[in-house]
């Protein structure tokens, strides 16, 4: 059997990353989006592949230097639509025949598309679209700077920067996507036969993704419509509308969110995904699975007493979070299946529509990232993931949760690589609860030998979030600290999600309490578990909040030999007034951020600075708007005042997401051992 490669930062430019599926009306075929990176152009490519939902060769149907997604099946399953850059490098809808031939673009728009879906009839395709502001906007009217916008635009130039940004909301840019435009994302439908673009909605709101009625007649979609809304960051409620325009009437007007909605198949019901909680601490109150008629009416939460979020929230560095995955309805309408974030797996549950106790589907250890159904068959379709897998497309049966694996983008290069599965144990906290945690050990090649004890570094990993959970999903970051020798501790402490309501709530108020001491005793046990590692070889690291824990760790313990902060959090009182969060800080630290309050003093990592003596190395991006780099800032020029031993790397051009989706250079400096030597 030949020799397996180690995981090094360059094996990032191998992988290939499944971020969409899309069930055929018949549930016989499966459309996935698999992004792979070009390290000659040093961005990424998306192509749409085809696979039959019984078993076959998969089958590419796009190809070019483009990026395309976010498919969608027309009812008669003889073509998709699809968003592409083909053209221009803009994004645009295309139609492509699955009987063969070139795709046929269908709209000439300038801005952000999503949220694609046929009407029952296949006449029309609804989607959610915000323009770009006019190349005038940002320069002085008629001034050369204007006109030269106007005619770069005209001649397909990137125009130069605005000559001055006017903000007058209070949401007013988002990581990833920077500065936001004035306009709004509204519901839009494209009349195949005339091919006439129509926004069905208006004003100054955000519409999410609509959904058709089964008789075609309504649209339903997701939008927080409040005259303020900006100030009611949690709210958001589902609104009905006539397909041929209207007035959108409010279905959910309870205190709180709805979100995802998912049809019946008799048109009878909507199901989706919310909660009742305006006052909500920043994702710690359970998302439900609610049911509601079109007609009006009180909503009914079918999953009353499930002590878990109806979300996916694994932390991965495969791919960004995502939108909420609406509720999957049975072809019969008797059961709706559901995604959730469980004990470091993302399960699918079902639930009937009368409601009652969930029941898991699925069972091992895995992550679904996505799941279709379809009116024409039992199965789903589904994107699996684990330790090993960084991404399967498959087939699950719903009576018993089997997966069948139908394409697997990354067998070939995993059958050369040394990808180690982590250790999994729980540990007991004096408190009552416990923590799960995993150990990835070094590979073979690095495995310590028969009776050596307290030779080997280890790397503790701090999650992001903090409402997220670490667990069965691939991690490139993990497996090239563990092919470099490291022992990988990560684990989910007080503060995570999936372990119900109370053990997420118990940080509320009190950052860098009871997840501090967690993650304290899971290092004390990994010590005790394997005595190969040496305990002055200790290194902890972790991003956003991660990296709140650890600027709070070394400002607590001297216990690390080295830490790395990465898109950290210092100070909260600025992170909250400059960052791109819009709702209210209240519930989660106590106070608003102006106020001189001394929880903000207590819980910033900043408060402590002058107690980290542990060599810190500051990892930031420059267009982080989640995160401002201003936070790395703060405590790289604290640390330098004090003459502590402390370097900086920043990332030009780079989001909050850098480790998940930034400029593949980039992403592999950030891992790379010879960056710290390239000064």
């Not at 006439?196 to 075609?216: K, V």
């Not at 979609?221 to 007035?247: K, M, Q, T």
């Not at 969930?358 to 789903?380: E, M």
């Not at 903000?600 to 002058?610: A, G, L, N, W």
Request: net charge negative; proline share 9%; aromatic share 8%.
């Amino acid at each position: 059997m030949p020799e397996r490669n180690p995981v090094t930062p360059e094996t990032l430019l191998e992988l290939q990353f499944i971020d969409a599926i899309a069930l055929s009306p018949d549930g016989s075929r499966v459309v996935y989006q698999v992004r792979s990176i070009d390290p000659e152009k040093d961005g990424y490519e998306s192509h749409l592949w085809l696979a039959p939902m019984r078993g076959g060769e998969p089958r590419r149907l796009t190809f070019g230097e483009h990026k395309n997604g976010s498919p969608a099946w027309s009812p008669d399953g003889k073509s998709i639509a699809f968003v592409s850059d083909r053209r221009d490098k803009k994004a645009q809808i295309y139609r492509l025949s699955l009987e063969g031939g070139e795709a046929e673009r269908l709209t000439d728009l300038d801005g952000a598309i999503g949220g694609l879906s046929w009407s029952p009839d296949g006449s029309k395709l609804s989607f959610t679209y915000r323009a770009n502001d006019p190349p005038e906007t940002g320069h002085l009217p008629n001034s050369i700077a204007a006109k030269n916008a106007i005619e770069a635009k005209a001649d397909k130039k990137d125009p130069k920067p605005p000559t001055f940004r006017h903000l007058t909301r209070l949401h007013y840019k988002e990581d990833g996507q920077g500065f936001l435009p004035k306009s709004r994302f509204q519901v839009h439908v494209f009349d195949i036969a005339s091919r006439e673009t129509r926004a069905l909605t208006s004003g100054e709101w955000d519409h999410g993704t609509p959904q058709w009625s089964p008789d075609g007649k309504s649209l339903v979609f997701p939008a927080n419509r409040l005259p303020d809304a900006d100030y009611h960051a949690v709210v958001c409620d589902l609104w009905i509308i006539p397909s041929s325009g209207g007035e959108p009437r409010n279905l959910t007007p309870e205190p709180g969110m709805a979100l995802a909605p998912a049809w019946s198949p008799d048109g009878s019901q909507i199901a989706y995904l919310g909660n009742t909680d305006e006052t909500d601490a920043w994702g710690v109150k359970n998302v439900h699975v609610w049911i509601v008629s079109p007609q009006g009416g009180p909503a009914r939460d079918l999953t009353p007493d499930f002590d878990r979020t109806a979300l996916d929230l694994m932390g991965t560095d495969l791919r960004d979070f995502h939108e909420p995955g609406a509720p999957v309805w049975s072809p019969d309408g008797a059961t709706i299946y559901f995604s959730a974030s469980d004990e470091g797996s993302t399960h699918l549950f079902a639930v009937p529509p009368k409601g009652g106790a969930p029941r898991r589907v699925t069972s091992g250890t895995l992550a679904l990232f996505a799941v279709q159904g379809s009116k024409g068959a039992k199965d789903l379709a589904v994107i699996r993931c684990d330790h090993t897998d960084a991404g399967t497309v498959g087939r699950l049966d719903p009576a018993t949760g089997a997966v069948s694996p139908l394409a697997r983008p990354t067998a070939k290069l995993f059958d050369t690589l040394e990808v180690g599965a982590p250790e999994e144990f729980w540990v007991e906290m004096p408190e009552g609860h416990k923590v799960q945690c995993w150990m990835l050990k070094p590979p073979k090649s690095g495995a310590p030998r028969a009776g050596q004890k307290g030779t080997h570094p280890m790397v503790l990993e701090i999650h992001g979030g903090p409402r997220i959970q670490y667990g069965a999903c691939f991690f490139h970051e993990f497996q090239v600290l563990a092919s470099a020798g490291f022992y990988v501790l990560f684990s989910n402490p007080r503060g995570a999600q999936g372990y119900g309501e109370a053990f997420t709530r118990a940080i509320v108020l009190n950052w860098g309490g009871p997840d501090y001491e967690d993650l304290m005793r899971v290092v004390d046990e990994a010590l005790r578990r394997y005595p190969e590692i040496d305990p002055e070889r200790l290194g902890v690291t972790g991003g956003s909040y991660g990296g709140y824990m650890t600027n709070w760790i070394v400002g607590h313990t001297d216990r690390f030999r080295a830490a790395a902060t990465q898109r950290s959090v210092v100070d909260l009182k600025t992170l909250l007034l400059a960052g791109d969060f819009a709702d209210d800080a209240v519930p989660e630290f106590g106070d608003q951020p102006w106020r001189d309050s001394p929880d903000y003093r207590r819980m910033s990592p900043i408060t402590y600075v002058e107690n980290i003596k542990t060599p810190l190395l500051i990892l930031h991006s420059h267009e982080d708007h989640r995160c401002p780099v201003e936070e790395a800032e703060q405590l790289y020029t604290s640390l330098k005042l004090l003459r502590r031993d402390v370097e900086m790397v920043l990332f030009p051009g780079e989001s909050h997401g850098l480790s998940r989706g930034g400029t593949p250079s980039r992403r592999l400096a950030r891992l790379h051992p010879a960056m710290a030597k390239a000064k």
